[in-house]
């Protein structure tokens, strides 16, 4: 079965500086990577995902992942934040080629950028 | 182009109660996946409709069920309100097959249900 973990459950970070939120998952087989934000009072939006191809992703609003498979990894970066980038990151893994309920999402971790 | 559409945005029930949400999809998708969220438990899947067919279920009690209509227009509903459901109910909709995880889903800004 797969997991995702997401070590940082906060993470505060100024404003025009870089940040890097981490994500490592398990599983046997390969499978896709996303990365969700979701703003305070609304939905999840997704900003990337990784299905196959080169390892580096990227997203929208000035993001990007990578992924490695050694690591197991699949890190969020961007190198300079903004005070709207203020919201939970959610890391989600699935097997290829299935259905949403199969998606696993890891705990979440809270970017909050300081003036 | 509108997008997820959820209402009603905020919801007070008394446990032993019961409780409708709706979810109106975009214009043309056609899946519609339901998903509870809890700081304790994170997001954890539902259910999922395709064309008013129930594809998929998640690990919730019968109290939980849904239906999906003929213009796509998803409702969940939830009886006998225990005070561990108050959670962010989020709908999200896809314009292609569920079973095809590649197609986005696109979430609405969700119902927070408080069961008092």
């Known amino acids: 079965a797969q997991s995702v973990t997401q070590l940082d459950s906060q993470v505060p970070v100024f404003e025009e500086a870089p940040v890097e939120l981490r994500c490592n998952y398990s599983s046997s087989v390969s499978v896709y990577l996303f990365w969700y934000v979701q703003y305070p009072n609304q939905g999840l939006q997704l900003l990337l995902k990784y299905l196959s191809g080169s390892t580096l992703v990227k997203g929208i609003n000035g993001f990007e992942a990578e992924f490695n498979k050694s690591q197991t990894s699949f890190h969020l970066r961007k190198p300079s934040v903004h005070i709207s980038d203020t919201a939970e990151y959610f890391c989600?893994?699935?097997?290829?080629?299935?259905?949403?309920?199969?998606?696993?999402f890891g705990p979440g971790t809270s970017l909050s950028v300081i003036p | 182009k509108a997008g997820v559409t959820q209402t009603p945005r905020y919801l007070i029930k008394t446990r032993g109660q019961q409780v409708t949400l709706s979810c109106s999809p975009i214009s043309g998708h056609r899946s519609v996946s339901w998903y509870q969220q809890t700081p304790g438990q994170g997001l954890q899947f539902l259910f999922e409709y395709f064309s008013e067919t129930q594809r998929n279920k998640g690990n919730f009690p019968g109290r939980f069920s849904g239906r999906q209509f003929s213009n796509s227009r998803s409702e969940m509903n939830v009886s006998t309100l225990e005070l561990g459901d108050s959670a962010l109910y989020l709908c999200?909709?896809?314009?292609?097959?569920?079973?095809?995880?590649?197609?986005?889903?696109?979430f609405g800004q969700g119902t927070r249900l408080t069961v008092v």
């Open positions: 989600a893994v699935s097997l290829p080629k299935t259905s949403y309920d199969k998606v696993i």
């Open positions: 999200a909709s896809s314009p292609r097959d569920p079973k095809r995880i590649e197609a986005e889903a696109f």
